[in-house]
């Protein structure tokens, strides 16, 4: 199983970025996936999640109306959104795979890791 996250940078906030997850060696849409956010000595936190037939999403209140989760399944890929860029969304952004039907915030319902990409955005 392989998760591979992409598209990160620096960019200026009110600026956007669009990440990607591309997937490999697993049955894609048997999986719900979420983006994950790690800042510099904080805990891991949830962004956003996506069911497996994009049937439902799921936001956390700090990313609701910037941010915006879809996904590919012919590309087995997931994508993120990032609109209205805020100095404090500057993270280590994660994607994960879930076996839920439903998206889920919860980070020890996924299973699946990828690597992560850095954002950084400048004030």
């Known amino acids: 199983v392989q998760l591979v996250e992409s598209g990160g940078g620096l960019v200026q906030a009110g600026g956007s970025l669009r990440l990607s997850c591309a997937a490999s060696r697993f049955v894609f849409d048997d999986y719900a996936i979420g983006w994950f956010r790690q800042a510099p000595g904080k805990e891991r936190d949830f962004v956003a999640a996506?069911?497996?037939?994009?049937?439902?999403?799921l936001y956390a209140d700090s990313v609701k109306g910037r941010f915006t989760i879809s996904r590919d399944n012919a590309k087995n890929a997931v994508y993120l959104q990032m609109n209205s860029l805020k100095p404090e969304d500057t993270a280590v952004y994660y994607c994960a795979a879930s076996t839920d039907s439903s998206p889920t915030s919860l980070e020890e319902r996924y299973i699946y890791w990828g690597q992560g990409t850095q954002v950084t955005i400048s004030s």
């Open positions: 996506i069911s497996r037939s994009s049937v439902s999403t």
